[in-house]
């Protein structure tokens, strides 16, 4: 005899509450209290319940899944490889795993990736879209308004558009560098930019030298870089070359700043004795670096949390006005600096 499936009342008994409150949670209803989240799981999987999501997206009209969109980025290789960009997926994921909701990875590097990336949310295959959009002129964000997909980005939208973002205060992460050195009594101090067609490189410049030039110093050799560690590398060559008696080095990453401590030691110069560097972001490679890295700290997995937040959000009120969320830097003392 085949034994029936358990029902929402099933777990609702088992659990102690009302079938309303299993239905909140097994539907991902944002606010409820994390002790009933978790009891409510318990008794579902103490009683084998299986939701018939089908019969759920009838009624919510929702699938239960939301669009991870790396726009920008390059080929595949790069978003996998890069630190960042793993940070991001891991604060996105286990976000949503507490709210029953499943991100669907999309890589959008070329304008047919991005058209084929708006068709899927725009026929309903996910809720919204949690978009990570490295340059300020991608046409992925007001493409995504147009089809009214409800969107939240990772990072300000490169000019003012009605969508929510989350971002960082990324010129007093500069500023934080900068003082940082001269306090240490650095006193010719180079920087290593990242691309200046991305706002936050931009900003993290901009930060830095205005600090700087409050500290008394007008002019700060620059050699830019494209976030890369051969573009650091490469960077870092330049600025011994053009700067041959500089004392200290801002990297506007990490992986930059890991690859510019690389190419010090290999020309016999001390981290930080001879040459202080401070680096962004407190990524994995800050720690792998030797020395460990001084680094401006990006809480870029709570950042990531709090974008889906606010997608959920969205989808549970439709038509509320976008909102920002904006993270304070946070500077990280280590041995290189």
């Known amino acids: 005899m085949s034994r029936v499936a358990p029902t929402l009342e099933d777990v609702a008994r088992v659990a102690g509450v009302s079938r309303a409150t299993v239905s ?13 989240q978790e009891t409510v799981r318990n008794a579902i999987e103490q009683t084998g319940y299986t939701p018939n ?44 795993r507490g709210h029953s909701v499943h991100p669907v990875l999309m890589l959008a590097d ?40 409800p969107s939240v980005l990772y990072a300000r939208p490169g000019r003012p558009m ?8 990324h010129r007093a992460g500069g500023r934080l560098a900068a003082d940082h050195l001269v306090a240490a009594g650095r006193y ?8 200046m067609d991305v706002l936050a490189s931009q900003d993290r410049h901009a930060g830095f030298r205005d600090a700087m030039a409050r500290h008394g110093f007008p002019y700060v050799p620059t050699a830019e870089g494209g976030f890369t560690a051969e ?14 008696d500089l004392d200290a080095v801002f990297a506007a990453n990490d992986l930059m700043a890991q690859a510019a401590v690389d190419v010090l030691l290999e020309h016999g110069l001390r981290v930080p004795e001879d040459v202080a560097v401070v680096g962004f972001d407190d990524s994995a490679p800050a720690l792998a670096c030797r020395p460990q890295l001084t680094t401006i700290r990006q809480p ?10 606010l997608l959920l959000a969205e989808l549970e009120k439709p038509g509320q006005r976008p909102r920002s969320v904006i993270f304070e830097p946070e500077l990280v003392v280590r041995a290189s600096a």
């Open 24 to 36: 909140r949670v097994v539907n991902g209803t944002r606010n409820v209290d994390p002790e009933l």
């Open 53 to 96: 999501r089908v019969a759920r997206s009838l009624v919510t009209r929702r699938t239960g899944t939301v669009a991870l969109v790396i726009s920008g980025a390059g080929g595949g290789s790069d978003v996998f490889t890069d630190p960042f960009f793993g940070r991001v997926t891991a604060g996105v994921v286990d976000f949503l």
């Open 110 to 149: 070329s304008d047919p990736a991005r058209t084929e990336v708006v068709e899927f949310l725009r026929q309903g295959s996910a809720d919204g879209a949690l978009l990570v959009s490295t340059h300020p002129a991608d046409p992925l964000p007001p493409r995504l308004l147009e089809a009214g997909v």
């Open 162 to 169: 009605p969508i929510g973002y989350v971002d960082m205060d």
């Open 188 to 195: 010719n101090i180079a920087t290593i930019s990242g691309p």
């Open 231 to 244: 573009s650091g590398a490469a960077a870092m060559h330049r600025l011994l070359t053009e700067c041959p």
């Open 300 to 309: 870029v997995e709570r950042m990531a949390a709090q974008m889906a937040d």
